[in-house]
């Protein structure tokens, strides 16, 4: 993609995104999920497939798991499952998270 203004070329978006960068709050996951006794709602699974940073997945024993590094703060996981209790989210603390490159 060439750039309108001045003829350069704009970086693809993966390239965008290759350039943000994540500070790791240890120990204090800011997306915690709270399983439900009968199992995973498909809400939940369903974020396995549409978290832009691919935070979720299924393990060993078919339940979804989160893994926030690289967690975009875009707040759709929290949306989708906001009727089934299932997550925790908040915010990271200050100086924590994500920290975007091109705004
Ligand atoms: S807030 Fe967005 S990027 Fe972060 S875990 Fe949820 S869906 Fe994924």
Redesign the pocket.
């Known amino acids: 993609m060439t750039d309108k203004t001045n003829g350069s070329k704009s970086p693809r978006m993966e390239e965008r995104l290759y350039q943000n960068r994540y500070q790791v709050d240890e120990g204090r996951p800011h997306?915690k999920i709270n399983h439900q006794a009968g199992g995973d709602s498909e809400e939940l699974k369903a974020?396995t497939k549409i978290?832009?940073?691919g935070?979720y997945s299924i393990n060993e024993d078919g339940q979804v798991e989160?893994a926030?590094d690289g967690?975009?703060?875009?707040?759709?996981?929290?949306i989708v499952c906001q009727a089934t209790g299932e997550l925790e989210w908040s915010y990271p603390r200050g100086g924590y998270g994500i920290l975007f490159k091109f705004g």
């Open positions: 997306v974020l978290c832009p940073a935070c989160v926030a967690c975009m703060e875009c707040g759709t996981c929290r």
